[in-house]
C-alpha cells in the first residue's frame, strides 16, 4: 500500500451539493467544512509581522521559546503540569502528524491501528499508508493483539464526544496491557459546551489523574487551527512520552518537517494569551446557540456534539438524503459516510460560518417545517 493506492479524496463526492446549494437565490450556507472564518488575533499577527527576518532554516525541534510556551499551556489550560521542553514537538499542522504517525512508529503489514468509531478519516488513511490494519472500536475490551497504536479523540471530530478522566484511565490501561502507543487528538479541548464541559476542563490522555505521573507511551496532540483561527498558519504539536518525542523528532528530522520560524514565533503569542481563546468560544457558542434548535426543529437528532466545531445529528435517512435536502435550502453538511461505515445516516455541520450566514441556516431550516 503506499500514496498511488489511496482512494479518491471523499470531499470531491460533495461537489454536486455544493452545486445546487449555491443555486440557492440567498446564496449558500457552507457547514460542511471545520474552516475558521473569523479573524487571526491581532496579538498573533503582529508577532508574525516582527518574525519576517527569516533567512536560516528553522529547527524541526522548535524554539526553545516556542517549547517553553507548549509546556506552560499544558499545564496552564490541560491540568498537566511537569513537562519540559523534552516533552513537546511543534508539527506542521496536525493532519501530516496524523496521517505520518504510523510511518514515523514504523508499523507496517499485521500492526493494528485503533481509532473510534466515528473517525477523523486521516487515522485510517496513515495505518493504510503502511499497510496496517485499521479497526474502528470505542470499546478498549474490544482491542486485539497486534495493537500497536490507539487514537483517541476528544472531544470527537465529528461526534462532539468527550472521554472523562476514567475512560482515560481504561484507555491507556489498556493499551499499554497491548504494548501500543496510545495517542490523543485533542484539537477542541477550550470547546467545550455541556455540562460539565461547560465549566469543567475537558481532561487531557497527559493528565496526571489519567496517568498516575506515568507518561510512557503516551501523546497528546493539539492544533491552534479552531481555538485562535490560525488553520493558514499550520500551526500545531504535541506533547508526552519524552522517549517517543525524541523518536519522533529523528525522523521528522530526515523528513525535513520543520515549522517556519515566524509561525513558531506567532504561535508562542497565541498560547500566551488566553483572552482571544475566550472570545473565540463566545463566537463559536453563539453561533451553536442558535443553529442547534433550528436543526432540531427541523427534524435532526443532535447527537453527543457536547463539545467541539460540530453538531452530529440524524433524521433517519441517508445521509445524501438528508444532504440533498439541506442543499436544496442553500446548506451544504458532511455526510456521515466520510467518518467511517457506522454512521451513514448522520451529517456533520460546522459551527465555522459567520453570524449572517448561520442565522440564514436558522432561517432557513425552520421556514422549512
Not at 503582529?46 to 510556551?69: C, E, F, K, M, N
Not at 504494548?179 to 469543567?200: I, K, M
Not at 504535541?238 to 521528522?252: I, K
Not at 456534539?305 to 435517512?317: F, M
Amino acid at each position: 500500500m503506499g500514496v498511488a493506492d489511496l482512494a479518491d479524496y471523499p470531499w470531491d463526492a460533495v461537489a454536486p451539493y455544493a452545486a445546487r446549494a449555491r443555486a440557492h437565490p440567498d446564496g449558500i450556507v457552507d457547514l460542511s467544512v471545520g474552516s475558521p472564518v473569523d479573524p487571526t488575533p491581532q496579538v498573533v499577527a503582529d508577532a508574525l509581522r516582527i518574525a519576517t527576518d527569516a533567512h536560516a532554516y528553522p529547527q524541526t525541534v522548535g524554539t526553545p521559546a516556542l517549547r517553553s510556551a507548549i509546556a506552560q499551556w499544558y499545564a496552564r489550560r490541560r491540568g498537566v503540569p511537569g513537562l519540559t521542553p523534552d516533552h513537546v514537538l511543534p508539527t506542521v499542522g496536525s493532519k501530516e502528524l496524523v496521517a505520518l504517525l504510523p510511518l514515523l512508529l514504523n508499523l507496517g503489514p499485521g500492526d493494528v491501528v485503533v481509532h473510534p468509531r466515528a473517525a477523523y478519516p486521516t487515522y485510517e488513511v496513515g495505518a493504510r499508508l503502511v499497510g496496517a490494519t485499521s479497526l474502528a472500536a470505542d470499546d478498549p475490551a474490544q482491542w486485539p493483539a497486534g495493537t500497536r497504536l490507539v487514537w483517541v479523540n476528544s472531544p470527537g471530530n465529528p461526534d462532539g464526544r468527550v472521554l472523562d478522566v476514567d475512560a482515560l484511565r481504561v484507555a491507556v490501561a489498556r493499551a499499554r496491557e497491548l504494548g501500543a502507543v496510545l495517542v490523543s487528538d485533542e484539537c477542541y479541548a477550550e470547546l467545550g459546551w455541556d455540562e460539565p464541559w461547560d465549566s469543567t476542563p475537558i481532561p487531557s490522555s497527559l493528565d496526571p489523574r489519567v496517568t498516575g505521573g506515568d507518561l510512557r507511551s503516551i501523546l497528546s496532540v493539539y492544533s491552534l487551527s479552531k481555538q485562535s483561527n490560525l488553520a493558514g498558519y499550520r500551526a500545531a504539536f504535541l506533547a508526552g512520552d519524552p522517549e517517543l518525542v525524541a523518536r519522533l523528532l529523528t525522523g521528522r528530522k530526515h523528513l525535513g518537517l520543520m515549522l517556519p520560524l515566524p509561525v513558531q514565533t506567532a504561535m508562542v503569542a497565541a498560547l500566551g494569551d488566553d483572552q482571544h481563546v475566550v472570545s473565540q468560544k463566545a463566537r463559536y457558542r453563539r453561533r451553536r446557540d442558535v443553529l442547534k434548535p433550528a436543526v432540531e426543529a427541523a427534524g435532526f437528532r443532535v447527537e453527543g456534539s457536547e463539545a467541539g466545531l460540530y453538531l452530529w445529528g440524524t433524521e433517519g435517512l441517508d445521509a445524501w438524503e438528508s444532504l440533498g435536502r439541506l442543499a436544496d435550502l442553500g446548506i451544504l453538511a458532511g455526510p456521515g459516510h466520510f467518518y467511517g461505515a457506522h454512521f451513514p445516516q448522520h451529517i456533520r455541520l460546522s459551527l465555522t460560518a459567520t453570524d449572517e450566514r448561520v442565522a440564514a441556516a436558522a432561517a432557513r431550516l425552520s421556514a422549512s417545517v
